[in-house]
């Protein structure tokens, strides 16, 4: 199905281990974004990137790593996750190929719900 | 203090009602989104200014650049448009471009 997907939708890990989330977008969508969503801090940027092989640090990297080795791909790994990376993620795309891209409107994906125990 | 300020943070109308939302934000912006997240989670992008007014369907939009204010109004509320109502700008000021997100307005309409 067309449009931009997010797996898992949910998930339970505990202190320490490494999880990914997966974003893929079958739009061939340029810039790429993941946010985190918390109570109190509205939706806030992790990392994005413009093109394949180019990332970049958003508000909030620490802790974060991310690829894009395609086009329709935008993983995001929690390389030793913490309590405090418990949230909802947004994975979202952007058609924008130049800093135009943030104002292009951003399609978002379904969100995934991270618990970190 | 946020850059980007909603209110009311909260709101419940009756069906039929007008309503407004106020995005107040303090930095000189290239663009102003507004964004709508349903119940279930989902974020959908509504309107995208960076001057005067847009409409689409029973919304509305609208943007003053010197008073670094928008709105946005729902006429002949239904219901349905119970959301979370995200205002978010981007910064002439920020290079590489984020955009940096209000908490949102809890917005319930009641039959």
Known sequence: ?117 | KNEVEQSPQNLTAQEGEFITINCSYSVGISALHWLQQHPGGGIVSLFMLSSGKKKHGRLIATINIQEKHSSLHITASHPRDSAVYICAVRSRATSGSRLTFGEGTQLTVNP
Not at chain 1, 1 to 24: F, N
Not at chain 1, 49 to 71: C, H, L, M, Q
């Open chain 1, 1 to 117: 199905d067309a449009g931009i997907t997010q797996s898992p939708r949910y998930k339970i890990t505990e202190t320490g281990r490494q999880v990914t989330l997966m974003c893929h977008q079958t739009w061939s969508h340029s810039y790429m974004f993941w946010y985190r969503q918390d109570l109190g801090h509205g939706l806030r940027l992790i990392y994005y990137s413009a093109a394949a092989d180019i990332t970049d640090k958003g508000e909030v990297p620490d802790g974060y790593v991310v690829s894009r080795s395609k086009t329709e791909n935008f993983p995001l790994t929690l390389e030793s996750a913490t309590r405090s990376q418990t949230s909802v993620y947004f994975c979202a795309s952007s058609e924008g190929d130049t800093p135009s891209a943030f104002t292009d409107t951003q399609y978002f994906g379904p969100g995934t719900r991270l618990t970190v125990l």
